[in-house]
């Protein structure tokens, strides 16, 4: 698993970066597949307003870290900026990244909007849409040149 660094760098953000061991370098196994599967998303609050400070951003942290708990993700990195938020994760092939956006956005909504009532002034409490971008162990342009070579192999 992996070591987390909390740092409180001012009022206004929180960063966690993952101290990644060994171990997280290495492929997920299943019974049924091998994998390396890193989504690198990005959350907008509803109208990009800047509510993500002190205590509301400290509970999001919270809420994603009982997720990653309860779902078997790895944290690699995660970044709470007042207006949006950068998460990057490793995990298993059975969770699709629309699943995974759904389940932060929609746990950190109820909870936020029930434990700080000035969020509900909002009329909702994130952008329907997200980033994500999927990452792995190996870069894209490595892949592409593998697949090419595999003709003359």
């Known amino acids: ?15 966690y970066m993952a101290k990644l061991s060994k171990e997280d370098y290495e492929y997920r196994r299943t019974e049924g597949s091998v994998s390396s599967l890193n989504y690198h998303f990005v959350f907008v609050p509803k109208r990009r307003k800047a509510v993500l400070i002190k205590e509301v951003a400290a509970r999001l942290q919270e809420i994603i870290f009982e997720l990653v708990t309860e779902h078997g993700w790895k944290l690699i990195a995660l970044e709470i900026m007042p207006d949006h938020v950068h998460c990057f ?4 092939t059975h969770e699709a990244p629309a699943d995974i ?12 909007r029930k434990e700080f009532p000035e969020l509900k002034k909002m009329p909702s409490m994130w952008s329907p849409s997200y980033f994500v971008a999927s990452t792995g162990v190996v870069s894209t342009e490595i892949v592409r040149k593998y697949i090419e070579n595999q003709k003359s192999n």
């Open 1 to 15: 698993m992996f070591t987390s660094i909390v740092v409180a760098t001012n009022s206004v953000n929180y960063i």
């Open 89 to 92: 994760l490793n995990v298993p």
């Open 101 to 112: 956006a759904r389940w932060i956005k929609g746990r950190a909504s109820h909870h936020l």
